[in-house]
DNA sequence: TTAATTTATTTGACGCAGTCCAATAAATAT
DNA sequence: ATATTTATTGGACTGCGTCAAATAAATTAA
């Protein structure tokens, strides 16, 4: 079921949208092609080898009115066609030099005209336009959307303990009803960590796709030669990818090159996802408690690792 | 300067919109009507008594083609005609019943398209979307975009505390080149708040607007007859509506109301704005001192208001 | 193998959406 | 009072895009 208001904006959406391509389409680009032509043309100068069928697939026009401007361009010289050697009926399409000149104008003016629209358009929106193109065309049609980005690992920025904090705060009040008193233990922590960071000593890792933060994890100093592996967090959409393991291999190979004997971690039961990466990865359960710091009752669990012994095992 | 990637994004988005609308305008809703006049009739159910050239500039169709598709409205009886009285050249249309039951047809089959689109759309993807497309408007076109939204004030959920820290640090990052000390302290103040929260004598107010976070204070127990003012923070999108003091005169009121005699606050002299504000409602200065915590030297700036003069000014 | 069906492309025929120009009439500026 | 601008309309026409049918190759069924 869907909310009545999201229709009411989608529909809006879709009428601005419609304007702004109407406009887009009057006199394309001050050029005598149809905006149906320039798309065909488009899609001829960014694959190669297309062929007609494939074209009219993607583009869903008629298959009369594709062979017609076909057709023409054929005639002006800007595209070739030889018979598909595997399939005689069908066609493969390459373009000409003459065509790809076409092309690239069309593609100059196309990109001069954004710029135009742009020019009152800050950076921090235009970073917010590019998003939620993105999310509308990941959203409405995921098979055309970019692929999957790479997770990248980069160290701790500004704002990235913030976002944390409410995404680990509101992704776990969620799925298991913990309560506010969980989002301030987080946020203490991580302001602890910050406060007192230790370049050498300790690490953050915040895990990114697409320019989007996906996951965390940190490693404190826990006194003496334990540190202490905390925050360990994946948002949903990169779950079930090997990130979560990912994150804790980096720490374990962290702590053990900084000179600490022993990791250790403090999580909950309710956590299985967590704890099935700790397990895989070689920590045991050393002690539980039961409470109910943050609504529903859990057992608090530690677990430790012997960095030393893990070395052994991964050698 | 636009990047060039932003250029390329932004005109495959373009292409896959073109796409969308292209399949929306083939066979109209299964109506016998074309696109545009779909939207025409549009524009005349949702509003009243509009004027052919109103009707004109904001379609940004051809006046001659406009005429005919109105003729024949007219001549359907779907919508009446009388000329303006103070513009005699000029005419007012209006839709008959008759015309409404298909604006009302067109409407309803337009809904159930759309839910059908979002069938395979989970919420979380709903809110996505709709988030977009009022960014896009917003971005390209603020006139048309939905008139801003009052901004309402409401108590604490859970991940506003990770959404100040991080809204807060970037901001003053950006801003003012402060340092990651700066988001540690926040997000410790914040933990803390949560963290020993007494509803009677402490509270957190979170601005929003659209549903969207854009500012908070907190008031909090600082032992005795002292309440502190804490994390006053306005997104960039709402400075200067008056919003900020606003949230200030809640706290007065509030903490008047519990029966603290005294409202502290600590600030940087850098952050003028705040300091301006703080000025308007009473606050005076009580001390200062050098410090450069955050990276940049500022002064440390200790504000405080007496209650009771507070109240009786206000009377 | 042959016959029947499906698929890729092309052509003929054509409607009608949308454009361009000029005309009319009212309003506004000079 | 005259000239210019603005709102609307009709005539005339272009060509986008559709529908149906034809052709030829590929695929499936018999």
Redesign the interface.
Known sequence: M???E??E????????????????A?DYLATPYT?TEG?IL?EMGARERVSATELNRD??LDPAYLSRILKKFREAGFIESEPDPSDKRSQILNITDKGREIYETLGER??QQ??D??RN?DET??A??????????A???PS?ATPPAPVIMRP?R?????????????AY?REYGL???F?????????????N?NPERERCWIAERDGRRVGSVLVADGGGDTAKLRLLYLDPSVRGLGLGRALVEQCIKFSTLAGYRKLSLWTNDILTAAIHIYEKTGFKLVSEERHAMFGPECNGQTWELDLAEAKLSAA
């Open positions: 869907t909310a009545p999201t229709i904006t989608i529909r809006a959406f879709n009428r601005f949208y419609t304007n702004k391509i109407g406009v887009l009057r905006l798309r488009y583009l869903g196309s990109r954004i710029a629209d742009l358009v929106g235009q917010r336009l590019i998003d939620a193109m993105q999310a509308i065309r959203t409405l049609d055309t701790y500004i704002g990235d303990m913030g976002w944390l904090i409410e995404a680990q705060a509101t009040a309560n506010e008193k989002e301030a233990l987080v946020a203490e922590i991580a302001g602890k960590f910050i406060a960071f």
